[in-house]
Each structure stands twice: as structure tokens, then as C-alpha cells.
């Protein structure tokens, strides 16, 4: 069983940057891949990046390819987005999930676990 709880959201003015956290409970972190997913204001959730069990290996949603950075911190327990150049598109609850599987997938349907999601609103 693992807990995820996101945090970092907020508002911001476009161009600017953002660092979600996702802190995870459990003692297995490192046995999951994480990715993140974000779901824009009446539209259905979407992929955004995802990163296997080492960390070695990263994929990307090709909106944000060049401006997201997916990491992790195996001793932390945490994964973070890092939101650059941020756009009003970007506008969306960020959620992070946990795939036991622990390599690169991009549906959402193959995640074990999920948080809460973190509010992100960019300005124009």
C-alpha cells in the first residue's frame, strides 16, 4: 500500500515556475514507478511525465517536453515536478501515482495509486 500527498500548487504568472512535491508513505517507494497526470479545468485527466524506479529513465507529454522535469528522491520518499515557462494551458489539479509495474507507462489506467492532486493556475 502506498499514500501519495502532492504539494507545491498555486497561482502563478505565465513564464514563471512551479515545483510540485509528492511525498509517499511506505517502504517500497523505491519498487514503483511515479508519474504525474494533470486534469485541465472540464477536460479529462491527461499524462504529463513519468519516471521509472531508478530514476534513470524520464517520459515526457509532448506539451511539456523542454519546459517539465520529472525527479526522485529515493531516500526522501518523494517525486517532484519541476514547471517551467509556465502557460495558462498549464492551468489543471496535478496529481501523482504510483505503478508497481516500475517502468515508463503513460496510461493512467496501469497506476496503482493515486493522491489527492495539487491546484495549478496560471496567469495570463
Known amino acids: 500500500q502506498v499514500q501519495l500527498v502532492e504539494s507545491g500548487g498555486g497561482l502563478v504568472q505565465a513564464g514563471g515556475s512551479l515545483r510540485l512535491s509528492c511525498a509517499a508513505s511506505g517502504r517500497t517507494f523505491s519498487s514503483y514507478a511515479l508519474g504525474w497526470f494533470r486534469q485541465p479545468p472540464g477536460k479529462e485527466r491527461e499524462f504529463v511525465a513519468t519516471?521509472?524506479?531508478?530514476?534513470?529513465?524520464?517520459y515526457y507529454a509532448a506539451s511539456v517536453k523542454g519546459r517539465f522535469t520529472i525527479s526522485r528522491d529515493n531516500a526522501k520518499n518523494t517525486v517532484y515536478l519541476q514547471m517551467n515557462s509556465l502557460k495558462p494551458e498549464d492551468t489543471a489539479v496535478y496529481y501523482c501515482a504510483a505503478n508497481y509495474y516500475g517502468g515508463i507507462i503513460v496510461d493512467q489506467g496501469k497506476y496503482d495509486y493515486w493522491g489527492q492532486g495539487t491546484q495549478v493556475t496560471v496567469s495570463s
Open positions: 519516471i521509472n524506479r531508478s530514476g534513470g529513465s524520464t
